[in-house]
């Protein structure tokens, strides 16, 4: 079975700020992982994706998530948040080259002016 | 080049109707995806069809429900004799193939009145 947890409802920041958005995964094998961003009244759109080699995954919009394998963490950060980063966040995981992705509940962020 | 489209974006039906929902993946894409978003909660995987192989339905949640991937390209989700508890955002997926990111159409939004 495979799992992701993202412990946090809702994320509140200030533009500018750093903005990290929590994700812990429970897969057995080796695991990939991803992150998705849906703005309001749209799908959900890919932003990265960690599969091997660098911990440390650069995506779209600046955001970047570090993948750590002891604490089965794929947390996503971005240096200086802005108002448009406003969104809910899902994380996902899949085991291998298995098709079936499993996500996260989501986070809602909201960075204020 | 073209993304992931669904049709309609909106559909408002009575309990008890039938309502299809359409899916156009990208082209050359092999994997297909449907999942459901309900208020609030996260994605519920529906089903999945990979080129000719034979879909999984395991997230099918009644045998009210049923789709078919035509040509190994369009997709179509049939919701029959809709109850209420059905309303939700029906998302369409599709990939290059196993293990890769998917790409999301904008959804359906299916209310049952």
């Known amino acids: 079975a495979q799992s992701v947890a993202q412990p946090e409802d809702q994320v509140n920041v200030a533009e500018g700020n750093p903005l990290t958005v929590k994700c812990t995964y429970s897969?057995?094998?080796?695991?990939?992982l991803f992150w998705y961003v849906q703005y309001p009244n749209r799908g959900l759109q890919f932003l990265l994706k960690?599969?091997?080699?660098?911990?440390l995954v650069k995506g779209s919009y600046g955001f970047e998530a570090e993948f750590n394998k002891s604490q089965t963490s794929f947390h996503l950060k971005k240096p200086s948040a802005l108002v448009s980063d406003s969104a809910l966040y899902f994380c996902?995981?899949?085991?291998?080259?298995?098709?079936?992705?499993?996500f996260g509940a989501g986070t809602t962020v909201t960075v204020r002016a | 080049g073209a993304g992931v489209s669904q049709s309609p974006s909106n559909k408002v039906t009575e309990k008890g109707k039938d309502v299809e929902l359409r899916c156009d993946p990208i082209?050359?894409?092999?994997?297909l995806y449907w999942y459901r978003q309900s208020l609030g909660q996260g994605l519920e995987f529906l089903i999945y069809?990979?080129?000719?192989?034979?879909?999984?339905k395991s997230g099918l949640p009644s045998d009210r429900f049923s789709a078919e991937r035509t040509g190994g390209s369009v997709s179509t989700l049939t919701i029959q004799r809709t109850q209420q508890e059905d309303s939700a955002v029906y998302l369409c997926?599709?990939?290059?193939?196993?293990?890769?990111?998917?790409?999301f159409g904008p959804g359906t939004r299916l209310t049952v009145t």
């Open positions: 997926a599709s990939s290059p193939g196993t293990g890769r990111e998917q790409y």
């Open positions: 897969v057995s094998g080796n695991p990939y």
């Open positions: 960690y599969i091997t080699g660098d911990n």
């Open positions: 996902a995981v899949n085991k291998g080259n298995d098709y079936k992705l499993s």
């Open positions: 082209s050359g894409h092999t994997a």
């Open positions: 069809f990979q080129g000719n192989s034979a879909p999984d």
